[in-house]
């Protein structure tokens, strides 16, 4: 006798694993950020004293850079790439 659980175990893991996956359509994220959240964080690194100058610049530089390419669109990581830099 089939009880069905096994259906309802692989359609909750599939539920399960959209939910806690970062979706890559139109949403833009960075660690599971949104694109509002970025930019919220890097406003308030801007303005954090407690960051010091020589650590917080390069942190904001590159986050500033990933932000960018990714509003471009495309093929933002081989952009980054060419630049130098490793993802």
């Known amino acids: 006798m ?6 309802r175990n692989k ?31 890097i406003q308030s690194m801007e303005v954090n004293p407690t960051i010091e100058a020589h650590i917080k610049e390069p942190t904001l530089q590159w986050v500033r850079l990933q932000l960018e390419e990714q509003q471009k669109g495309g093929a933002w990581k081989a952009r980054i790439r060419e630049a130098g830099h490793v993802i």
């Not at 089939?2 to 259906?7: H, I, L, M, V």
Request: charged letters at 15%; hydrophobic letters at 30%.
């Open 2 to 7: 089939a009880t069905g659980k096994s259906k």
């Open 11 to 41: 359609k909750l893991t599939n539920v399960f694993n959209h939910l806690t996956q970062p979706q890559e359509d139109s949403s833009m994220t960075l660690n599971g950020l949104t694109e509002t959240q970025i930019a919220q964080l």
